[in-house]
């Protein structure tokens, strides 16, 4: 079924939002596919504002997000149009778009029937609950609780529902009560294309703690191959030197080399030879009074 | 690594750090460059203050 | 560093160390490419194991 | 090392640390000087106050 | 410290740890040479191992 | 303190510990010599490798 | 290090620290003395207060 001969069996009003949002899927460099559904109409007038001057949400009836699609080439997407969904476009990568939307999440609370999208955590602390039946729903939903200093408190931090598992209505009350919002409601994305690839969620997600540590470690790499390989630059300059005059001194202080700059550190040592002598001395007749007693060093 | 070190080249010689850039350098070396690679990278290092990196990893002695 | 990092880049690639390709990696990422720079580096490494001088800790001057 | 250990017998004698100095002191040790390593270490100590390079190095404790 | 140095130096050349390639290293850089000085370094390195010795500088824990 | 310094003066040299060379080593720096002290040492010596609490020593850090 | 130690029995009898001196007790203790170690030696304590070198080597935690 071609596009054309779709095109004169719809209905003007449809043909235009088609043509509008294939035109914003050539605006984009990146355009993705979000999940919509529980988001309150408001909070995604919300999120649509947040967003303007970095991406933009146009949701549509997912016949026409198709037709679109397929419009614009972009069939590889349609997979991911089903249930309640919008479109996001923007110049940003992929990466820095999901981040984004990551960003612009916002906790909220979870019902009883409604399954855990995370761990769910109490945690350990004071509820500011006075002693009450409470302690017993908190013991009931899994938390380890009691009541302590005239309040309830959660002992430790306690797991009381898995993610995949299922909100009982007590555990339901009992987060209502503790104020502790775990779900976390936002533009979910399914999908994005961006010059040629479609990347999946979970090839988005970026672990900024480990790039950090790839450039401590990079850099790290290179100080000890300018250091090893004795190729100076400016930043390592000064540990070459401390290096070189640290073999110096070694080289000096093991041969025992009469230099001024080397005295110092001689006596030293002898001093020390003298002392580790004594240590191994067990009579302590055999010392003089200074060096009996020596602690032997840990 | 080498996107890494690309990166800290460019960091170096103060050029912007994004995708054109790291791909000129990457490709500059023989590299095979994967664009998702590359774009990962750029945004990950918005979040990362390579001054302060840098300086971490001179305070600290590397792994032998 | 950036001649550091312009070398380690060569080696993940496993392009040879040479000057053409040391200049051209740090053109590519605009550098003020100085010739001898690049001959004392080329000449620093060539009896060296990158792999294992990389890994090798190099003392750090105290308050580094 | 053996340029690093030039640049630090100019620094107790006193003389100037230039590429000249440094050629002469490797030589006379019956070194094959590199011209490049002597101006990259040269360049490289621009900036560096090595009194304070050596001093730091003499805070870590030296091996016996 | 010149003397050390210079001792160094020539351990690195390969060339003979003798005196007067240690007064040529020391003039070179334009020590005032003491000819029992030089005895003395030579005395005192007849038996030493130089690369042990210059190792033991490398096992020292690096400082923070 | 002379004593202790004396018989490690005689391990250095490979001369004998006994208390004829003890005794000789601190009469010759003028010491008030007594006989019982250096009994005393040469017996609480003789379980002692010395090299071994000597080389102990070696590890601690000289002070820079 | 048997040079150093003949320092230091020297100073711990009160004895002038000087050639004779020194070569007098490496010489009771069967050493073949280098004169000219024996001049750097006293040359290189000259400026050394050993009391305060002790003491200041003391003040490092000494290591196992």
Do not use: C
Not at chain 1, 113 to 120: F, M, R
Not at chain 1, 136 to 154: E, F, K, P, T
Not at chain 1, 177 to 198: A, T
Not at chain 1, 233 to 240: D, E, N, V, Y
């Amino acid at each position: 079924m071609s596009a054309e001969r779709k095109t004169k069996t719809i209905p003007d009003w449809k043909r235009e939002e088609v043509d509008d949002i294939v035109g914003m899927l050539d605006s984009y460099e990146s355009v993705g596919i979000v999940n919509i559904a529980g988001i309150p109409s408001r909070q995604l007038q919300d999120m649509r504002r947040e967003l303007h001057g970095s991406a933009e949400l146009r949701v549509s009836r997912n016949t026409l997000l198709k037709r679109a699609l397929a419009e614009a080439d972009l069939d590889v997407l349609s997979e991911h149009v089903h249930g309640q969904v919008g479109i996001i476009g923007t110049n940003d990568n992929p990466f820095g778009l999901f981040k984004t939307l990551e960003a612009s999440k916002t906790p909220a609370p979870i019902g009883a029937g409604e399954i855990a999208p995370n761990d769910i955590v109490i945690p350990e602390g004071d509820t500011g609950v006075d002693p009450g039946p409470f302690v017993g729903d908190l013991q009931q939903a899994g938390a380890a609780a009691r009541i302590m200093d005239g309040s309830i408190q959660v002992t430790e931090d306690s797991t009381v529902l898995e993610a995949g598992e299922e909100v009982s209505q007590v555990l339901a009350n009992v987060l209502t009560e503790l104020g502790i919002e775990p779900k976390e409601v936002g533009l979910d994305l399914r999908g994005v294309y961006s010059d040629g690839v479609v990347f999946s969620p979970e090839e988005l997600e970026i672990d900024v703690d480990e790039y950090r540590a790839d450039i401590e470690s990079a850099v790290a790499g290179a100080r000890n191959l300018s250091v090893n390989a004795v190729y100076p630059t400016a930043q390592t300059a000064g540990i070459l030197l401390g290096k070189a005059s640290g073999e110096a001194k070694a080289l000096g202080i093991h041969a025992a080399i009469e230099s001024p700059d080397l005295a110092d550190d001689l006596v030293a040592k002898a001093d020390a030879q003298l002392r580790a002598l004594a240590v191994a001395i067990d009579d302590e007749e055999a010392l003089p009074e200074e060096l009996r007693d020596i602690e032997v060093p840990e | 690594m080498e996107y890494v070190y690309a990166a800290l080249i460019l960091h170096e010689t103060g050029e912007e750090l994004n995708e054109d850039n790291l791909t000129a350098v990457l490709e500059s070396a023989g590299a095979d460059v994967e664009e998702s690679r590359v774009k990962a990278l750029v945004a990950a290092l918005e979040d990362v203050d390579i001054e302060e990196a840098v300086a971490e990893a001179a305070a600290v002695p590397a792994g032998g």
